[in-house]
């Protein structure tokens, strides 16, 4: 078994990413075949619960209120309506439903109250719930995983020093102390990033380095490839190539032996083959469903029809233990 490590250097991980793409596929796929699981995929579906109108200037975001993106700007959407949806997706295939919110932070107020109704409601359907509300106090994180919230999502997107390039109006160091947070709620963590924003490889490695030498590696990470929305300050940002994704999805696998690495956003600009190459390279877990958060995505039986190929299988919920939720938030 490869040995999970939480001390790599930035040139042993630049080493690894530098590799002669055949010789890192190879190796990543070998570290991922030690999982007796490898062949199965999760798959996530998202839902913007609210959408748009956002304090932050997040360069790559279409829903910062700052950029003219047309963005369909929503206020938050009801519970029977999350939990339609939850049910669309799960019909679908999907373990897991993520409610995304532009919000900077979460606020202790009637919208996170109805946070934590969407929460219950999903975890009754059987389906792991993810949220990924903004900036987090360990209060509300403790919160959410009273209501039975599985797992927490907050990406770094860049490196430490490339931060301020992307975001001005919150710090590197703002994120890591929400990680900390959900960590401390004993809540999962789902800390990823992207590429295409204009950074340099050896900032997709100081990402990298920062995601696995956390005290625990985060049990999923999302590797994101820019969608170039207009409007937005990243809009002529050129296309990713394929072999940056899966360098990044191989290097993240090799490093990060046990952890989910998705291959998120930025799957319709990509073939069948390309997506193949990344499910080689350790990729297992995908976001499905025709819209992202508020862009285009594969529809779920296109997916379907690709795992087919490829002998892929989604995994079941709750393959690694159930959340605790308290009495106090179970539902009436
Ligand atoms: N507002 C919360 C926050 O920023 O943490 C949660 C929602 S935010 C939209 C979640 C993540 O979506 C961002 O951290 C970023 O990684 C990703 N994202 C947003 N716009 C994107 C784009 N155009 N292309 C790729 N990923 C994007
Ligand atoms: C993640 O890493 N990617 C997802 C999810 N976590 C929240 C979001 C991608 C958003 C892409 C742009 C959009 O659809 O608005
Ligand atoms: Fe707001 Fe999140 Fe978009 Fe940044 S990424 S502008 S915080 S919704």
Redo the contacts with the bound molecule.
Sequence with gaps: MTEIRHNWTSEEISEIYHSPLLDLIYRAASVHRENKDYAEVQISSLLSIKTGG?SED?A????AARYNTGVDVHAMMSVAHVTDAAKRAKDGGASRLCM????REVRDNRDFDKVIDMVKAVNELDMEVCC???MLTESQAQRLADAGLYAY???L?TSEDDYKRIITTRTFDDRLKTIENVRKAKLTVCSG??IGLGETVADRISMLRTLSNMPKHPESVPV?A??P?KGTPLENQPRVPIWDMVRMIATARIIMPRTVVRLS?GRTEMSLTDQALCFMAGANSIFAGDKL?T?PNPAFNEDMQMFEILGLKPREAFKNGRPQVKSAEVPA
């Design positions: 956002c997040c790559y975001c279409p829903q995304g919110a532009a919000w990924t509300l903004g999502n907050h990406n997107d990033g992207i994101n820019l969608v929305v956003a958060l862009t």
